[in-house]
């Protein structure tokens, strides 16, 4: 069992408070906001261990960066599945890859809803996300949870994904996927439901992102299935699932004013939990994302033995006659990252998280920096012993050069047993990190977030 797993933190207080106690290095003055952070936290009660990093409940956190000042807040999030547990004190719900008193055939999702893999600001307000079911509110003063959040009366309860995106006017774009339903939604920057589609799609088990261009909206379906025979027979969700490698993956492009879907590429059988970007050129689609192998479905999201055989990939799709060229990246590489300024148009740096594959108990020990101009990538491989999890870009300002900033993010070193926060020189990631922040003890394992940054 990894760090991972046993970075729980006590529950028994509601409220679990670390302290930062050493800032190393210097602070750049001019970063200063909030980094926001959710992940899978408890694994563990009483005799009861899962090993399974997606079915931990979700831990919301919060970095206050202030003129060098930093300050840590963590809260559980009040999930129906979390409220109950504790209450009990016992595992009561299914997980992705554990059982439960019932089958998740035969309870709606979100009663077993871990609300732990991003964190948004949106509106004023605070959005907990998972993927296949509700949103949850949650207060950006104090991250206590305010409830589920329901967009409308027929969306009630309806999966939204846990990556969802802004346009260029403000709007929320994302999808959710159940079966071979798909709902597409478009919230505008008031929090109303703007448009809400339903489209029946090819049935797949896990569409966890989704790209975004300035005429459509693009969803990747691998040929991953759900056996509904499997779970109704007791299986859990994750031995339910099954491979199809015979079948390929289809790749629907929405248009973005109607919801139609447009058009539908047939493409290799590929697993793609992350997307770095999309954009169009003159009759060309070109996608960024991090390819993973489907072997390395369980390696990757178990955060066992095995590392994840994957790799920073670049496809351009002919929109005339569906033919792609591809171009390949860095392989061990994950949260991809790009300049949100460049979301939807061309691109041409990515940053990531990237494996040495020399440490047994860390994953992703390295930053990675991508320029698809010339091929180069830079990266940075922490010491023997440190996690990192996803770091963020943070522009210098409004009108600086695309990249041109600040990665921020956080991770764990297993060796003084504490977390931190670190941030890097986003043109220079290989002279280490500007500064680190350390817990005074380790805090949850952070997957998704993002960084508000003070007006
Ligand atoms: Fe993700």
Redesign the pocket.
């Known amino acids: 069992m990894t760090s991972v797993f046993l970075r729980q933190p006590e529950f028994s207080a509601l409220k679990p408070y670390w302290r930062v106690i050493e800032i190393l290095g210097r602070w750049p003055e001019q970063l200063n906001g909030r980094l926001l952070r959710n992940g899978p936290a408890l694994f563990r009660r009483g005799d009861v261990c899962k090993s399974h990093l997606l079915d931990g409940d979700g831990f919301a956190q919060c970095w206050t960066i202030s003129r060098g000042n930093i300050d840590h807040k963590g809260a559980w999030i009040q999930t129906h599945k979390f409220s109950d547990e504790q209450h009990e004190q016992t595992f009561i719900y299914p997980g992705f890859s554990t059982g439960g008193r019932s089958s998740t055939s035969l309870i709606l999702p979100d009663a077993f809803n871990t609300a732990n ?2 964190l948004i600001a949106f509106n004023g307000q605070l959005l907990a996300l998972w993927e296949a079911g509700s949103a949850h509110e949650i207060c950006p003063t104090d991250l206590s949870t305010i409830g589920l959040k329901t967009w409308s009366e027929e969306t009630a309860g309806a999966p939204f994904g ?2 969802p995106k802004f346009d260029r006017e403000g709007n929320l774009c994302n999808i959710g996927i159940s079966g071979n339903r798909l709902l597409v939604y478009v919230i505008n920057p008031a929090g109303r439901l703007h448009k809400i589609r339903a489209h029946t799609v090819r049935p797949t088990a896990i569409v ?2 989704f790209l975004l261009t300035d005429h459509f909206i693009g969803v990747w379906l691998a040929p991953l299935e759900l056996d509904r025979q499997c779970l109704a027979d007791g299986s859990t969700l994750l031995e339910a699932m099954a491979w199809h490698d015979d079948r390929g993956s289809q790749l629907l492009l929405i248009d973005r004013k109607t919801l139609d879907i447009e058009r539908t590429f047939q493409m290799g059988s590929e697993l793609i ?2 997307f770095c970007n999309a954009w169009e050129s003159t009759n060309e689609l070109i996608i960024q994302y991090i390819r993973s192998h489907p072997d390395a479905l369980q390696h990757q999201l178990e955060f066992a033995d095995g590392l994840p055989q994957t790799e920073l990939r670049s496809t351009t799709i002919s929109l005339n006659n569906g033919k792609t060229t591809e171009e390949r990246g860095p392989t061990c590489t994950e ?1 991809p990252q790009i300049d949100q300024r460049f979301r939807g148009r061309t691109s041409t740096i990515c940053f990531g998280l990237i494996s040495s594959c020399s440490q047994p108990t860390a994953i992703y020990d390295g930053l990675f920096r991508h320029s698809s101009c010339d091929s180069q990538c830079q990266q940075w491989f922490a010491e023997s012993g440190i996690e990192l999890e996803e770091h963020v870009h943070v522009p210098m300002d409004d009108h600086a050069p695309e990249a041109c900033g600040w990665l921020i993010g956080t991770g764990y070193d297993n060796k003084r047993g504490q977390s931190f926060c670190s941030v890097f020189d986003s043109e220079h990631i290989s002279q280490g990190p500007l500064a680190i922040a350390y817990l005074d003890r380790p805090a949850p394992l952070c ?2 977030g993002e960084f508000l940054r003070d007006k």
């Open positions: 893999t991003n846990a990556h966890h992102d939990f992350h949260f997957l998704h």
